[in-house]
T-cell receptor
Framework: DQQVKQNSPSLSVQEGRISILNCDYT??????FLWYKKYPAEGPTFLIS?????DKNEDGRFTVFLNKSAKHLSLHIVPSQPGDSAVYFC??????????????FGRGTQLTVWP | NAGVTQTPKFQVLKTGQSMTLQCAQD?????MYWYRQDPGMGLRLIYY???????DKGEVPNGYNVSRLNKREFSLRLESAAPSQTSVYFC?????????????FGDGTRLSIL
């Protein structure tokens, strides 16, 4: 049973506009979330994270919003650029409060930014 | 600035053959992980090693074994490959000095089993 869900397998956005990638989770005990970005033939790379004590975290063009009551988080990319075209994974630590580092991953959303 | 290195990058096996995927990290991380990625399935944890000398099963361990050879190296072995094990395999590592440290991934091994 998936504990981290990305229900949109793909998203297409015009360059310069906002990209919004969504992620839902089922386990209310999750207290930290990460987004990874993956290009073809490469491994995922860490993009941005958010702790459950916050509802927003921003890093340049990337902002993650967390709505705990809805068990929902979203990644906003503004403005979108063609180089942002990649698969984006949402993830949450399996072991809450631990340094163990195991992660649940969503199935990913393929973002395509067209000129 | 290698990070996590996986070898080989590609491999084709016949059903029943055995194979060891190699992974090494140069970041002095304690924890290492093996994932598989299948189309539409995201990344699923096969095995992990919290520290040198320890290994534990993840979500999908059947058909695999692992060895944490030393702090740097963590290998994944398929003893008798099956077509269902055709996948892209990723190795990752992370620190254990604090919680919620992001994992660093290698570029994957693309494995096809005929």
């Amino acid at each position: 049973d998936q504990q981290v869900k990305q229900n949109s397998p793909s998203l297409s956005v015009q360059e310069g506009r906002i990209s919004i990638l969504n992620c839902d989770y089922t386990n209310s005990m999750f207290d930290y979330f990460l987004w990874y970005k993956k290009y073809p033939a490469e491994g995922p790379t860490f993009l941005i994270s958010i702790s459950s004590i916050k509802d927003k975290n921003e890093d340049g063009r990337f902002t993650v919003f967390l709505n705990k009551s809805a068990k929902h988080l979203s990644l906003h990319i503004v403005p979108s650029q063609p180089g942002d075209s990649a698969v984006y994974f949402c993830a949450a630590p399996i072991d809450r409060g631990s340094t163990l580092g195991r992660l649940y991953f969503g199935r990913g959303t393929q973002l395509t930014v067209w000129p | 600035n290698a990070g996590v290195t996986q070898t080989p990058k590609f491999q084709v096996l016949k059903t029943g053959q055995s194979m060891t995927l190699q992974c090494a990290q140069d970041m002095n991380h304690n924890s290492m992980y093996w994932y598989r990625q299948d189309p539409g399935m995201g990344l699923r944890l096969i095995y992990y090693s919290a520290s040198e000398g320890t290994t534990d099963k993840g979500e999908v361990p059947n058909g695999y074994n692992v060895s944490r050879l030393n702090k740097r190296e963590f290998s994944l072995r398929l003893e008798s490959a099956a077509p269902s094990q055709t996948s892209v395999y990723f190795c990752a590592s992370s620190e254990r000095d604090r919680k919620n440290q992001p994992q660093h991934f290698g570029d994957g091994t693309r494995l096809s089993i005929l």
